[in-house]
């Protein structure tokens, strides 16, 4: 037996012997199983151990044991609240981030092997003792020549090889979860290890959480609504990241925030507000905005400031989504319960012969109640949440960026109601919202996205008559064994036609692309085009359909 396959194989006996100490036996329908594996269950010596803890606690308890890979697995599991029952997802909310720290030498020589020179000549200052201990990485506190207090992030040593065995085992454990489990194909269990895999396989390079937090940091550069630490990309690799050190109280130390005053009414709309500047305005949210990843900088107590670290996590939606997403929150808060399932078959989140009405009448059970309660009392988050668990009756595929939106939404949420827990995530969402979609379609967007896709189409222009006769010749000089010579002729008169009419329509859309990319080229002419009276619009609009009509009619 070779050295992996027997580390595998130990790991999976560590395993099964967590599983059955915790009794998660428990979660299975035991007439599922196979004879032998229920006779195993019946003789195991542990079939009656933990009889005073709940599932939910047995269920953490058992991946607080199995080790980091596990605890951050039940993690994020505690965040699909679609997938889980009530109790089992609160209780893994409860899963901390705490795990033993390494040998603070072997992490000064990881960052010596990474830097190429020794600790004390990269910084002026090393703290040995790690200032925190994650699954993935440890941070410790340093100190450049410069003077410049830093934070420097050691991934781990041999840890993606303990991630890469653990991963197939979590998609052994979700085959067996899909197979055996009475709800396991609802669960989706292989799609979530599927998502768990690209998102713990993306924290290996501190590199692309260097970039994520430039990127976040370069988007709120002057705002006064987030603080995003500097990045030292000269200290920076792979296995290690040095930032930026910063000083602010933890987001969920009230004690403090109160005693100095803070206006926590504002800060929780900041957060709300955040949320949506990233998912609209940047298309880049941070989607692991847990409370230990927020701290507050109070020096002005009356206009407090967030400051956000650990961006190994990030999202982002198509511009279709983000439309359709907002879209679909306007009209579930207006119950425009039509629309909403209109929406859904229109972006494709449902099967195009999903019936309308059908969809429209689930959506209206899920959504009445939730709105009989006052606005503020309502979770938007959890609100999400129901939307998609209908959808996904209705065939909805479980969409990776949506899932992210989701759990940062509850978080935001969860957070702000925990600063001020009469938060209307309504008031502050809505207007977002509507001046988001009002926006998108005002001369002024419509124009840029016409400047970004310009260069393209004229690049693709001249390809584009050569395509459409190939079209036409193979549709209408097919032969036919069953046609007559006049059919055929009378065929080639119409391609001929149908050529003339190609060719004015050609000239026409090369013109006005043309002219638009002269008067987009011209210093003022984007100022000229989005100050235009609206009746200008309306008569080069009324001129270009009687040329249209014109050129689609021509002989």
Not at 518 to 528: E, Q, S, T
């Amino acid at each position: 037996m070779s050295a992996g396959l027997f580390s595998r194989s130990r790991r999976l006996l560590l395993i099964l012997r967590v599983a059955g100490r915790y009794r998660l036996q428990e979660f299975v329908a035991a007439d599922t199983l196979p004879s032998s594996a229920r006779l195993l269950l019946r003789l195991s010596p542990w079939r009656n151990s933990h009889k005073n803890m709940s599932r939910g606690e047995r269920l953490r308890r058992a991946l607080e044991e199995l080790g980091p890979v596990f605890i951050k697995f039940g993690q994020l599991l505690s965040t699909r609240r679609d997938l889980l029952p009530t109790d089992i997802a609160d209780e893994l909310a409860r899963l901390q981030d705490k795990v033993p720290a390494f040998d603070e030498q072997l992490a000064a020589d990881i960052i010596e092997a990474a830097l190429g020179k020794p600790v004390e000549t990269l910084f002026a200052c090393f703290e040995p003792l790690p200032i925190a201990s994650a699954s993935v990485a440890q941070v410790h506190g340093a100190t450049l020549h410069s003077g410049e207090e830093v934070v420097v992030k050691v991934l781990r040593p041999e840890i993606e090889p303990v991630i890469r065995q653990d991963l197939a085992l979590l998609y052994t454990l979700a085959r067996l979860v899909q197979r055996y489990l009475p709800d396991g194909r609802r669960l989706r269990p292989l799609e979530v290890v599927a998502d768990y895999e690209l998102t713990i396989l993306d924290e290996l390079d501190l590199r692309r959480e260097a970039a994520n937090a430039s990127q976040l940091r370069r988007n709120f550069a002057d705002s006064d609504l987030v603080y995003v630490p500097q990045v030292h990309w000269d200290y920076t690799r792979s296995n290690v990241m040095v930032a930026e050190r910063i000083s602010g109280i933890p987001v969920t130390d009230m004690a403090t925030l109160t005693s100095l005053g803070t206006d926590l009414k504002l800060l929780a709309e900041r957060g709300v507000e955040i949320f949506f500047t990233q998912v609209f305005r940047d298309n880049f949210f941070h989607a692991d905005m847990h409370p230990g990843n927020i701290f507050v900088n109070a020096t002005d107590p009356a206009n407090p400031r967030y400051i956000a670290v650990d961006c190994a996590i990030v999202g982002s939606l198509s511009e279709a989504d983000q439309y359709y997403l907002a879209r679909n929150l306007l009209a579930v808060f207006q119950r425009d319960y039509r629309a909403v399932a209109e929406l859904h078959v229109e972006c494709g989140w449902v099967p195009p012969g999903t019936r309308i009405a059908d969809f429209e009448s689930a959506m209206r059970a899920v959504c009445e109640p939730v709105f009989e309660r006052p606005i503020s009392d309502i979770s938007f988050g959890q609100l999400l949440i129901y939307l998609f668990s209908t959808a996904r009756r209705f065939d909805m595929e479980v969409q990776p960026a949506l899932v992210l939106l989701q759990k940062t939404l509850l978080n935001i949420e969860g957070l702000g109601r925990q600063l001020y827990p009469q938060l209307n995530l309504w008031d502050t969402a809505q207007p977002f919202l509507e001046r988001w979609v009002q926006e998108r379609y005002s001369p002024q967007s419509v124009f840029r996205r016409l400047q970004r896709h310009i260069p393209s189409w004229l690049e693709q222009l001249p390809q584009v008559p050569d395509a459409v006769l190939d079209n036409l010749q193979r549709k209408h000089l097919t032969p036919n064994p069953g046609g007559s010579h006049q059919q055929q002729q009378a065929r080639l008169v119409a391609l001929q036609r149908e050529q003339r009419q190609r060719r004015g329509r050609r000239r026409l859309l090369a013109t006005a692309l043309g002219g638009t990319g002269l008067i987009l080229a011209v210093p003022g002419g984007w100022d000229f085009l989005a100050q235009a009276p609206a009746a200008s619009w309306l008569l080069v609009g009324a001129a270009a359909l009687l040329l249209w009509w014109g050129t689609c009619n021509s002989e």
